[in-house]
């Protein structure tokens, strides 16, 4: 950073003053944990170009401690190269480092571990909670404290919590959070924000801390709301989060993008905040993607977990391209620089297209791969085994007796796959799983469409031979719940599986599946015959692939004809895929990519979609450039295109 230069960030009445003068914040969201190390320099220095004179940045407590007492800032995970990055590209930064967060973040940026407690309670003054939280606040604090701006980085301003008056109203908690900020070293502003609802403001704030107001539309109803519930209008006008979008859901076909109505009124809040005065940020600027098994949960009616990528209808996009938004706000903050400042051109985004056909040659069943057992009277979730995400086999014995009795799972968390002797008798989602199961022909699939209990899950067992049966309980885990009174989402099997909902199974072994790097290292491939019909048993499948230098840049894989699964290249994990959309597509960064050999390993849990694509299905397709969601405005043809190999 050169030489260290302080400055000052305050408040003067109804506005914020930087160095002594009026400043207005125009600022973007961003988290790094979403975009590869090598592309954060190019985003934060579109947000610059697109007019933003701040960032506002999301810390995930559950990967920077994946473990009790194992921190991680390195590589990916390295706050302060990034907010470094930040002040290089002339941006201040807002930081926002929980301990929770939401953000459609798994546990909403909690840390999976607490979990393990039966008795965990979380957002709250318990004393087990904050034990962890305090470790963590002060251990990441020894990161940024040097990075304030009192001490000549960019960080102008640190968020109490988050949204906490959605949640709760623990006020010895905020102070506490706020307490351990300031012993920290945390000299510059603090701050809250909630939504304009009474109910919430008056949770989530705490005397003598800026107090701003998050929402999506009528900035000044909501700036008034802020006022009336101050007391005054000598406070600035805060909007930490205006949702310029919104998150998607699996099974959700409204894509906010393609409402320009909604798009329409955006701008003109947006010019109405600029006008007068108002500091905001943009919730997000860019969304990036939610890779590996990042990507969080909602429940409010059920359950519902959020697609891979984050786009979140953001000006850029996951891929760093720049959208038709992005250049109408360039154009309107233009004319609001502090102090007059020109803006710098527009960064190049890394190139994309597709990439050479590829082949899988070789498979590995996940059957043949579940290692040792554990041995339990009942069914437990995950995290009680110190399994943080991925699949876990509940397996037991089933007796004649039980032919044709319907099989209850009760607090199905998320997914099941059910087998008995090896067979696929049935497939239940969370949230879609009930008592009358009908076939999807479609996909081939038993789901359950009743919805009494949306995490009750029932199936039929068919006849069982003389000696008895086994039964296999495969459960995959999606997103943990993010947002609401429902965080507290283990995984798995999180009560009991019974008959007629009364008589409960007994003697179970079970088997943790994490699909981590050990995990997945320890896979034996071999070449194998690909099948000529859609298989019933989860498997992965393997292809290398070759390129040269001018093959390496961002794509996206072709997921449109698989049903569910994850996949991996080079050892990183792209995310999940489904078929039940929006999404069909997963972004690939070049940057993963390598001159030479690559591979790719698929995780197939159910099959290609019909028979005849078998061949199609497994043999690997490339998109051309596109937003991983665009194929879904009717009105427009996609912008990709396909790229098969030849037989």
Same mark, same amino acid.
């Given at each position: ?97 929980? +301990? ?52 000549? %980085? ?15 109203? *623990? ?23 909630? %939504?304009?609802? *009474? ?21 000044? /109803? /909501? ?38 109505? &909604? ?5 003109? *809040? ?34 519902? +977990? ?49 990439? $050479? #056909? ?27 085994? %110190? ?15 039980? /032919? ?33 199961? /009908? ?22 067992? $068919?006849?069982?031979?003389? %000696?008895? #049966? ?63 019909? +859609? ?22 894989? *072709? ?63 490339? &998109?051309?450039?596109? +937003? ?20």
């Amino acid at each position: 950073m050169g030489d260290v230069i302080t400055r000052g960030f305050t408040v003067n009445g109804d506005h914020f003053c930087l160095d002594g003068k009026p400043f207005q914040l125009i600022c973007g969201e961003i988290h790094y944990q979403r975009i590869p190390r090598p592309y954060w320099r190019h985003r934060l220095q579109a947000a610059r170009a697109m007019g933003l004179n701040a960032v506002s940045i999301y810390m995930f407590w559950n990967v920077h401690e994946p473990k009790p007492g194992v921190f991680d800032f390195s590589g990916e995970n390295n706050v302060a190269e990034f907010v470094r990055m930040a002040h290089d590209a002339g941006l201040l930064v807002i930081l926002r480092p929980g +301990p929770y967060c939401c953000a459609e973040w798994d546990f909403g940026g909690l840390p999976w571990w607490l979990l393990a407690d039966g008795n965990a309670r979380v957002r709250c003054n318990d004393q087990a909670y904050m034990a962890a939280v305090r470790r963590y606040m002060k251990r990441w604090a020894e990161e940024l404290v040097g990075l304030q701006c009192t001490r000549g %980085g960019p960080i102008v301003m640190v968020q109490v919590e988050n949204e906490y008056g959605s949640y709760g109203s *623990d006020k010895e908690y905020l102070a506490a959070i706020r307490d351990a900020l300031r012993g920290n070293g945390f000299d510059v502003m603090l701050f809250t924000c909630d %939504g304009p609802g *009474d109910d919430m403001l008056a949770g989530g704030t705490l005397p003598g801390l800026v107090t701003g107001v998050n929402f999506g539309g009528d900035p000044e /109803s /909501s700036f008034k709301k802020l006022h009336e519930f101050l007391g005054t209008k000598a406070a600035p006008m805060l909007c930490p989060e205006f949702y310029t979008g919104w998150f998607v859901h699996w099974h959700n076909k409204d894509v906010f993008r393609k409402n320009p109505v &909604k798009i329409k009124q955006v701008n003109h *809040d947006l010019q109405w905040m600029l006008d007068a005065g108002a500091s905001f940020s943009l919730y997000m600027y860019h969304g990036g993607t939610n890779f590996g098994f990042t990507a969080g949960a909602n429940y409010f009616s059920e359950y519902k +977990p959020d697609i891979t990528s984050y786009d979140y209808d953001a000006p850029l996009l996951e891929t760093g391209q720049c959208n038709a938004n992005y250049h109408a706000y360039r154009e309107m903050f233009a004319k609001y620089q502090h102090g007059g400042a020109a803006l710098p051109p527009v960064p190049e985004a890394p190139a994309m297209g597709t990439l $050479p #056909a590829i082949h899988f040659t070789r498979s590995a069943a996940l059957f043949d791969h579940l290692g040792p057992a554990r041995h339990e009277p009942q069914v437990r979730p995950m995290e009680v085994f %110190g399994q943080q995400h991925g699949l876990i086999l509940y397996r037991t014995r089933v007796l004649p007796a039980f /032919s044709g009795k319907t099989v209850t799972i009760r607090e199905l968390h998320d997914y099941a796959h059910v087998f008995l002797d090896g067979h696929r008798i049935a497939t239940l989602e969370r949230g879609r799983a009930g008592t009358k199961p /009908s076939l999807l022909r479609q996909f081939g699939l038993l789901l359950a469409k009743a919805r009494q209990d949306p995490d009750v899950a029932t199936f039929k067992l $068919p006849s069982i031979p003389a %000696g008895g #049966a086994t039964l296999d309980i495969l459960v995959e885990a999606h997103g943990r719940v993010n947002y609401g009174a429902r965080l507290l989402d283990r995984k798995g099997i999180t009560e009991h599986v019974c008959i007629d909902d009364r008589i409960i199974f007994m003697g179970w072994e079970i088997h943790s599946l994490p699909l981590d790097s050990t995990f997945m290292g320890a896979l034996a491939f071999k070449e194998r015959a690909m099948p000529g019909s +859609p298989a019933r048993v989860p498997m992965f499948h393997e292809a290398m692939f070759t390129l040269a230098a001018g093959d390496v840049h961002d794509t996206y894989l *072709d997921t449109s004809l698989w049903r569910k699964g994850m996949a991996w290249v080079n050892g990183r994990n792209l995310g999940r895929f489904w078929c039940v959309g929006p999404q069909d597509a997963l972004y690939l960064p070049g940057c993963w990519l390598k001159e030479g050999e690559n591979r790719l390993v698929l995780l197939d849990m159910e099959g290609p979609l019909p028979p005849k694509v078998v061949e199609k299905a497994l043999k690997g397709t490339w &998109k051309l450039p596109a +937003p991983a969601m665009e194929k879904i405005d009717s009105k427009r043809p996609p912008v990709r295109g396909k790229l098969h190999a030849k037989g």
